[in-house]
């Protein structure tokens, strides 16, 4: 039988259903379109419901396997959020999302036992932490150009020296002002400053004065990383002004250059190739990574300097006698990429859970603090903005070099040469957090086992 028009009307609920299935539609490719990350929103959402209920119902795998699941999938939603909000993802939004939230929530007591059990296996056990500083580290300094490395440090060594020496001084006479003893004034709040950032400074830190001071690393994070924080922030705030008197003055103004000759500065601002990933170096790279640290603790036994600052020190020995191979330096540098971009966040989430108490990081915080860290940082910068003019270089551009030694790591360097729209100063910057920070972390350590 044919079908009138009217038989093939649809009913008024049968138009809804069809307008809501094509909503629900609608809404599910969106939100596939949309990352977390690098992962689909919708498959995100899958997982982290898997994880969330398996860690609500306390049968979360008791493994590392369990442990990676927690923390990789709080670290990517919070580093990401930490990416988004306005103002904060500026100042270092990622890492104070990761280690704060948790520390929150923790507090409240809204994880279970299980969990936090499971986290603790991962990051204590397991030892995550030491195996990510030692990637963190070792991959970074094997990375870097060599020729950039040497003329690099020629060109910074007497900014970087004279701006940390008047940074201790000043951030030491405040810190007296303020009530702070010279031994914490030194040790928690200019050290972890100028260190290198989190998994660069801080990390080999806790654990160098765990070594020295006998408790755990943890104990350390808590009290080392606030003032790392509040460095990187003032750095950027610092980075904006300067920028705004690069354009009222443009005879200090080296419009993103350093160094006033063309010839010098074509070294640094010259790019390499991007090198295709190569698995099986990697795989070579890790491997590297494990030896160095392994030596460090055998030299230990030996010197009686933490393991881990030895590592940095040979690290630094061996990329400059050029006795690793070059493929080998490739390995190592692809490997801590890897690692520098899917678990550093994920360890902050770890830190935040186990190492961070929350009462801790806010019984560290008052005005004599935050004036102590803007200290450093500001007399940093204007020492080098005085003494440019000397060494042949742009007062601006200098001055924000060096304050990058007061940044977040590699995260700290983008976020302050962004704010200042220098990111052509990227390999000057990366002299001044790792290799600055690196000295730093020998020097404080080797101080502190001479004055305990």
């Not at 997982?47 to 008791?62: G, N």
Request: aromatic share 8%; charged share 10%.
């Amino acid at each position: 039988m044919k079908k009138t028009n009217q038989d093939m009307t649809l009913t008024p609920i049968e138009d809804v259903d069809m307008a809501d299935k094509s909503a629900i539609k609608k809404l599910f490719i969106s939100l596939n379109q949309m990352n977390i990350n690098t992962m689909p929103m919708v498959l995100f959402m899958t997982i982290s419901a898997i994880v969330f209920i398996s860690a609500y119902a306390s049968y979360l795998p008791k493994n590392m396997i369990g442990g990676l699941a927690v923390i990789m999938t709080m670290g990517f939603v919070l580093s990401h959020i930490g990416r988004h909000i306005p103002v904060l993802k500026d100042i270092g939004g990622p890492a104070i999302l990761c280690l704060m939230v948790p520390s929150v929530l923790v507090y409240f007591g809204v994880f279970q036992i299980n969990t936090l059990d499971t986290v603790h296996l991962l990051m204590k056990e397991a030892n995550l932490l030491y195996f990510v500083i030692a990637s963190l580290v070792v991959g970074s300094i094997l990375g870097m150009n060599r020729v950039v490395l040497i003329q690099g440090m020629t060109r910074m060594f007497v900014p970087l020296v004279v701006g940390t020496l008047t940074a201790v001084a000043t951030g030491l006479l405040v810190g007296k002002l303020f009530g702070f003893t010279l031994y914490h004034t030194f040790f928690f709040i200019i050290v972890p400053i100028i260190g290198g950032g989190i998994g660069e400074g801080i990390l080999p830190l806790s654990l160098a004065y765990s070594a020295i001071l006998g408790q755990t690393p943890d104990v350390y994070v808590a009290q080392l990383a606030p003032a790392a924080v509040m460095g990187n922030i003032f750095a950027i705030i610092c980075a904006g002004v300067l920028a705004r008197i690069g354009l009222w003055r443009k005879d200090l103004n080296g419009e993103g250059m350093l160094i006033r000759s063309a010839q010098d500065n074509a070294i640094f601002t010259s790019q390499e190739r991007p090198k295709q990933a190569d698995f099986q170096l990697m795989g070579g790279g890790l491997l590297m990574t494990c030896a160095f640290f392994i030596v460090g603790g055998l030299f230990e036994k030996i010197v009686h300097i933490p393991g881990p600052v030895l590592m940095i020190l040979i690290a630094v020995m061996c990329k400059y006698a050029q006795v690793i191979p070059t493929k080998m330096e490739q390995g190592a540098h692809s490997w801590y990429k890897f690692v520098s971009t899917t678990l550093v966040w994920p360890l902050m989430i770890g830190l935040g859970m186990l190492y961070v108490p929350l009462e801790s990081v806010v019984a560290v915080f008052s005005i004599g603090y935050v004036v102590v860290c803007g200290s450093v940082v500001l007399s940093m910068a204007a020492v080098s903005f005085i003494i440019a003019p000397y060494l042949n270089m742009y007062p601006v551009e200098a001055s924000i070099v060096t304050s990058c030694h007061s940044g977040l790591g590699g995260t700290g360097d983008v976020a302050i040469l962004s704010a200042s729209n220098r990111m052509s100063l990227m390999p000057f910057a990366q002299i001044a957090t790792r290799i600055g920070g690196a000295s730093t972390v020998i020097g404080a350590t080797l101080l502190l086992g001479w004055i305990m």
